[in-house]
């Protein structure tokens, strides 16, 4: 099991990942709410890039996308699975455009950590609220 921080990272990481292209946007927002969301307020950001390795090593093998998505699930009480995939739709809202594989990537995650359909979509709704351009 990780740390809810780890887990919340991985989250963002895998979202970011999944289509192989993790754009400035997409770092930016992870950035942001790593450096300003109260969850990680006891979050050293310094281990940032480790904790991102960790997390891309994990994709590497496999099964690694359902081992890392069971480890998030193991690792996060209900309320934070719901921050989780928060975090996921606002890396994938990030750049605007959401991609076919980031969005089976939010699919598995919110079945992956029992985000019920009714949560995630105002999460979803609330994220790109976030990155919309009048």
């Keep these: 099991m990780i740390d809810h921080h780890r887990a919340l990272i991985f989250a963002m990481v895998l979202t970011s990942a999944c289509d192989g292209n993790m754009t400035d946007a997409e770092l930016h927002a992870m950035g942001e709410n790593i ?4 969850v990680f307020a006891d979050f050293d950001t310094h281990k940032l890039p480790q904790v991102a390795q960790e997390c891309t090593e994990l994709l590497g093998d496999p099964d690694g996308l359902d081992a890392a998505i069971q480890m998030i699930k193991r690792s996060l009480p209900k309320s934070l699975r719901e921050t989780a995939y928060m975090l996921a739709c606002e890396v994938v809202a990030a750049d605007r455009r959401a991609t076919q594989e980031e969005l089976r990537l939010l699919e598995l995650l919110r ?3 029992d985000v ?5 979509a105002a999460l979803e709704r609330g994220a790109r609220a976030r990155y919309t351009v009048a």
Excluded: I, N, Y
């Design 35 to 38: 450096r300003f969301l109260p």
């Design 111 to 113: 079945h992956g950590l």
């Design 116 to 120: 019920d359909r009714l949560t995630a």
